[in-house]
């Protein structure tokens, strides 16, 4: 039987609030390297031998590291949007519907961005469908003022890189009754098959893991929580999936290891609420397949809720402090005071506070290899504009909570932030159109966000309307063969049709080409910096479909 997996969506408006509706991406061009000029002639054979031998062990470790590096494992560049769909009247919602959707923004992985548009499309399917069986009862049940009818489904991920693909399906909905319904489903994937992984193919020893999480529930729930007949039940849930009783095994890769979920009335009734059983890898590393093990970086990072505390040991006595964020908005002058406690052991209390224009969306707690401690909190702006604020967790003084650092342009809108030495951050572009972008990130030694280069890929978020330049002259460009920029330019002919993938905003766009090819656009501005020209002529007399936002 299919599940119904309701979701909390997490819409991420960027620019105009677009849909993520599918998106091309761009490879950063590889740099090609000159060989060496003025060459020393070598007295003797022998000499000439040891410098051959010498040059193609450079080669190797060169072969070597670039064959690492390739294969090194990386977080993914993951976007969570929703699909939305309403009813209203004038007081307000009846009935609302929403479904998250996740997509893949790295290239590659077409059999992994496949699978996830099927899924993605059947969610949505489902929610679409409740949401028309109970809109016309909506309408004439009407909710009361301070409340209404939703089927809404969220998807948070849990783990997102070169072997895992791994998030949470959280249902909420209510659509009349005494309560809601509330579902949390686990979803895993191998990026290079984009097969849905089965919960045989991560352990290697699937009866150690049922009596691993038997031992667990009795251990840390108690038995007054559980039905009569749990124990029963959750031998189903393992070996007997066809039965009637059996109810789906939720489950789940995470950064740390497995996490198995047991919702309201599976084991338990619903004032018991849900039951968790976590198995870390650290451990238990016979029991977790290698191959789908956490992947190590060096540093971590963690998402954080305001009101809610979080423990961390700044100064390094051994003794954790209770560190809580608190937000006040003004909307009268939009600003938010953000502001950080500290609880000592003692049950002193300290706080550091900054006011920051917009209001505050997200935050997340960022510690690197050597030890240092940010903050990176995300405040929403006009126009759904976010920037990224930075705080030091390390003040010194031992008196500051916090100690502000600077701000970033570019910020995380929602995206999967886990690797502090490579996560992506966007923003918005403004290079022959207006768009949003993403380059690739690390933390600074100031704890500033520092791009890897300079070039952004630029996110086309609808597949069935891409932002395409058609030429209204002819146009010299470069083309890129395997990365690399050819020396010399090609004119291509007025009609010709531009996919924007990648710009540094200042020099040169990149783009594709209907037959598949890639080139590379000179733009520079002109002395107003207002206009963008290409070889001398504007931007507007060379492209038809230039879309800027106000």
Known sequence: MKKQIMLTAALILMLTGCQNRGMKAWSPAETSQSAEENMKEESSRAEDSTAATEEGNREEGQKAGEWEEQNRIRPLNVEISAEYEGEWD??????????????????????????????????????????????????????????????????????????VLSFTNTEISYVGG??????????????????????????????????????????????????????DWLYDMFYEQDSAMASPLEWNLNREGIRFRFNPYVIGPWVAGTFYVDIPYEGNEALIREEYAPVRTNGSVTRLAADTPFKLDTDGDGTAEIYTIWTEEDPEYGTTQFMLTREEASGETEKSEEECYGSFADAYLVETGDGRLYLYAEFLEENDFRILRVFDLKPGNGQEVFRYVGDSEESVYGHYLYDPEHFALFGRLDALGTYSGYREYSVGQDGLPVPSGDMYRIVNYFEDYPYVLTAKRELRVRMKQGGKTETEETVLPKGTTFLLTGTDGMTVVEAELEDGRRCEIPIEKDADEYLFKINGISEYDCFDGLRYAG
């Open 90 to 163: 004038d007081k307000g919602a009846i009935i609302t519907a929403d479904s998250s959707t996740v997509n893949i923004l790295d290239d590659g992985y077409e059999a992994l961005k496949e699978a996830l548009k099927q899924y993605n499309e059947e969610q949505w399917q489902e929610v679409y469908t409740m949401y028309t069986e109970h809109r016309e009862w909506a309408k004439e049940e009407a909710p009361d003022d301070d409340q209404e009818y939703y089927i809404s489904r969220k998807i948070e991920l849990a783990r997102a890189d070169t072997r």
């Open 178 to 231: 005494a309560h809601g319904s509330y579902y949390e489903a686990g979803e895993t994937f191998d990026p290079e098959t984009g097969k849905a992984l089965e919960l045989t193919e991560v352990v290697t020893d699937y009866d150690a893991l049922y009596e691993y999480v038997k031992k667990s529930l009795s251990e840390n729930y108690e038995k007054q929580m559980f039905f009569e007949e749990y124990e």
